[in-house]
Each structure stands twice: as structure tokens, then as C-alpha cells.
């Protein structure tokens, strides 16, 4: 079964600085994605990310950055130059890939609360 | 704005009635999902439907059905409601079920059960 792991307390960045936010999954599948959501306050999720299994390089999107370590199971999220819209909770999640019919859900961690510091 | 409706935004209903709630997925997307999102439980999948069927099922009670329409609009039906129904729901589209796209969320519908 995938698990997703998000451990780090409510994280604090002061604005213009980058920032780390940790995750790590587990799973049994050779092929699966993981994704990063942002919800802020108002409660919609954006997404943010995306960083494929097969993947040679690391996803980039804008001011994000996915760090993916595939030997430690690992996908962080690194937000560069923060700004103070970056406050939020942020899900890192993953989706194995399936065969046609087949589950294909997302599976969330418990979010980490970032809040950036002016 | 991820294309993606939810509606109502807000809901406010005593136990033990029923309620739905309604999604139409971004233009294109054949695949619907809903979840749920509470403060014990986070955000777990309930159900997901692929052009009008049903793919899969997660942690949705037996209280709870769902089903997608064909024009691709989706309901999210919940009866004999509870305190511990309270939560966010979120339903979410993506284009193409077999591969690994990113699925796009509503805003939500925030149900509360008093």
C-alpha cells in the first residue's frame, strides 16, 4: 500500500528566503508520480508539481522545485524566494500508475503549514 | 481557477438528513474523484468514476453514494448524516485515467452537521 510521510511541524521562512518542505513515500509500485498541493487558507488545493518515477531530472515549476532522491524515497518540495502568498498547508501526494480500469486515487500526506515571516 | 465546480460551497444540515453534492469536472475530463477532508482523518479518497462508471472505491461509508452522469457532472449523495460527517469534500477531474496526470480540484463543499 503507498503511504505518503509528512513529519515536519508548522515550518517558518522569512520572505525572499527559500524553503524545504520534506516528504517521503513508500510503495511497492515501479511506476507511480508524486504531486505537491498547496491549500491556503481559503481552502481550495492547487496544484503545484509533479515529479514522474521514470523521471531523469528534477521537476521544476516556476519558484518550485521537486527533489526527488528515488533510492531514499524521497520528495521534497523547495520553494525559492518566498513570498507571503506562499502561506499555506502543503500536501505532498502520490498516484501509482495503473493498468486502464484500475485505481488510480491520490494518496495525501497530513500537510505541512508554512507560513512566511515578512 | 482549476475549471473545475463545486456547488454548494457551504452546507449546514442537522443529523440524520441528506444532502448532495454536485461537481462538474474541467471540460474534457472524463474521470471524476471525491474526497474528503477532516481534521482526524486528512484527506482520503472516497470514490471515483470513469465516463459515467464507477473505477473505485476508498474509505466512503455505506451511507454515501455517488454517481456520474452523461454529461460527466457528478453527485455525491450523503443520508443518515452524522456529527463526524463534518468536513471538506472535494471532488476532482483528470483527463486520462491510465496515466499518471494531475488531478484538478474543486473548491470544495464544506458541510457542516449540527
Known amino acids: 500500500a503507498q503511504k505518503i510521510t509528512q513529519t515536519q511541524p508548522g515550518m517558518f521562512v522569512q520572505e525572499k528566503e527559500a524553503v524545504t518542505l520534506d516528504c517521503t513515500y513508500d510503495t511497492s509500485d515501479p511506476s507511480y508520480g508524486l504531486f505537491w498541493y498547496k491549500q491556503p487558507s481559503s481552502g481550495e488545493m492547487i496544484f503545484l508539481i509533479y515529479q514522474g518515477s521514470y523521471d531523469q531530472q528534477n521537476a521544476t515549476e516556476g519558484r518550485y522545485s521537486l527533489n526527488f532522491q528515488k533510492a531514499r524515497k524521497s520528495a521534497n518540495l523547495v520553494i525559492s524566494a518566498s513570498q507571503l502568498g506562499d502561506s499555506a498547508m502543503y500536501f505532498c501526494?502520490?498516484?501509482?500508475?495503473?493498468?486502464?480500469?484500475?485505481?488510480?486515487?491520490?494518496?495525501f500526506g497530513k500537510g505541512i503549514t508554512l507560513s512566511v515571516r515578512p | 481557477d482549476s475549471g473545475v465546480t463545486q456547488t454548494p460551497k457551504h452546507l449546514i444540515t442537522a443529523t440524520g438528513q441528506r444532502v448532495t453534492l454536485r461537481c462538474s469536472p474541467r471540460s474534457g475530463d472524463l474521470s471524476v474523484y471525491w474526497y474528503q477532508q477532516s481534521l482526524d482523518q486528512g484527506l482520503q479518497f472516497l470514490i471515483q468514476?470513469?465516463?459515467?462508471?464507477?473505477?473505485a472505491k476508498g474509505n466512503i461509508l455505506e451511507r454515501f453514494s455517488a454517481q456520474q452522469f452523461p454529461d460527466l457532472h457528478s453527485e455525491l449523495n450523503l443520508s443518515s448524516l452524522e456529527l463526524g460527517d463534518s468536513a471538506l469534500y472535494f471532488c476532482a477531474s483528470s483527463v486520462i485515467q491510465g496515466r499518471l496526470h494531475e488531478q484538478y480540484f474543486g473548491p470544495g463543499t464544506r458541510l457542516t452537521v449540527t
Open positions: 468514476y470513469y465516463n459515467g462508471e464507477e473505477r
Open positions: 501526494a502520490m498516484r501509482e500508475l495503473i493498468r486502464t480500469g484500475a485505481n488510480s486515487k491520490l494518496t
